[in-house]
């Protein structure tokens, strides 16, 4: 089987690869090809049809899809080559990828540079672990965001949602606005898991229960899924017997977190962060195999598409560099390690000579506090677990910076003024 | 007697999210406490006044290879019009090719707004 040489393979073709193919191409490298496992590009955006994105990156308040041909039609004009219906099977450390469709066969690329954009999955009932039978009916918020707004079907009349994720707050608004009664939204945290202005306009607006710190503990019906039982759960998380009742359903609906999606990473070797389930990245968004790079919900789950875009664009600038011009090794590691109320940080691996962006995820929300990296202290308002805490490493900040092998990334209350 | 009803708003301006108390004396409002900006006493005012909301469904499309189409409002609508205008659609179906920022419905309701559609559609087989 002959073997294919091309300068960048990008694996996914939604926002995040879609960003990085066009700037390695703007950037000056020719020979680019996106792999897209699904029969178009444009990944989750194109069911995504409400409103909220661009306004960080465009200014814009924009669709889904609207966000998204913006990036399609940029790909268009610059001529940038892509396969659908194309499942990528392996990624060896030396670059080599082997593909498999039904116009090409199987394909085999040898590539000088490969992106890593193949963005998260659902998590599914089975990794919850709810009792109960096992009829129809129990579906992810994305799969009937896409039987609804993709397939124009409508999956059921009556619905309980478990996870008060964004998707799933979305979600409830879609179904009453189609008619279908939402009973409830069901959240085992004492605060919800998605962003304030998504519990305002999605449920309230509707009068859409939220019911906090409680959990579904078991599912009723035989061939199609009948009720669930809800119950209040204690301070550790477990359920409250004597507060249980019974909902009837025809349809529960799960959001309860994403996974990025890592197979492809693993048969690369690529250390993989076991908190963010993505691949350890450095500033360059380059993983621990020279030449693979990452970006997107693929590394770490993003809250907004804007700060994808420019996570691919990131990644698609240094994977050009890497292509054109090899970019030297970063002359100092210094590892982020995430402290007090930090679940996770992206890059973990800093430079400390270049500016550069840092993601924080937060384990509980705080007020008035103060970001620590090392020696430096930033202050913050408020921080959330739904919303990524953006910290810039300007210039000045990095002068200050004492350039240790491992620093601590903390968030702890400030003393009041 | 004076009618007096407290109404607590949260604020979706900035991440802070404040929880705006509003006293509302008679239908009108007295008092905005809680909020820690302007921006935050203005949307509070808004949300009592006349909320306001983006409006986005899909229509059924006959002729493109999937037989929905996304569509949005131009500018936002009343709240309290979101149902109405989503029951308006329900019976709208439309041809294949469509464009992105096509009139799909023009001033439903008189609500001063188009519907358009968000995404191009081309006319094609069902897959």
Known sequence: MAKRNVDIAVIGGGAAGLAAAIRAKEKGVENIVILERSEDLGGILPQCIHTGFGLSYFKENLTGPEYISRFLKKAHDLQIEYKLDTMVLEITPGKEITAVNSVDGLLTLQAKAIILAMGCRERTRGMLGIAGTR?????????????????????????????????????????????????????ILPYPSGLDRNVVQCLEDFNIPLLLQHTVTSIHGSDRIEAVTVAKVDASGKPVQSTERVIECDTLILSVGLIPENELSQTADIALDSVTGGPIVNEHMETSVEGIFACGNVVHVYDLVDHVTQAGELAGESAARHVLNPLPPLTKKITLRAGDNVRSVVPQIIGGEETVTLYLRVKKPMR?????????????????????????????ALEKLEKRDELKVSIMERPEQ | MKKREVRVITC?????????????????ISKIEDVECPRGEEYATREIEAPMRDFFATIRIKGASIPVLPVRSTQPIPKDKIMDCALELANIVVDAPVKAGDIIVKNPLGLRVDIIATRDMNQTKQR
């Open chain 1, 135 to 187: 009829p129809a009916g129990i579906l992810t918020a994305g799969t009937a965001q896409r039987l609804i707004d993709i397939e124009g079907y409508m999956p059921g009349a009556k619905v309980v949602i478990l996870g008060s994720g964004d998707v799933g707050l979305i979600m409830a608004r879609r179904f009453a606005m189609e008619g279908t009664k939402v009973e409830a939204v069901v959240e």
């Open chain 1, 368 to 396: 008035d506090v103060k970001v620590t990296i090392g020696n430096l202290t930033i202050p913050k308002r408020v921080v959330k677990p739904p919303e990524m805490v953006v910290v810039n490493l300007t210039e000045q």
């Open chain 2, 12 to 28: 979706i301006i900035c991440p802070i999210g404040c929880k705006a108390k509003v006293t509302i004396k008679n239908g009108k």
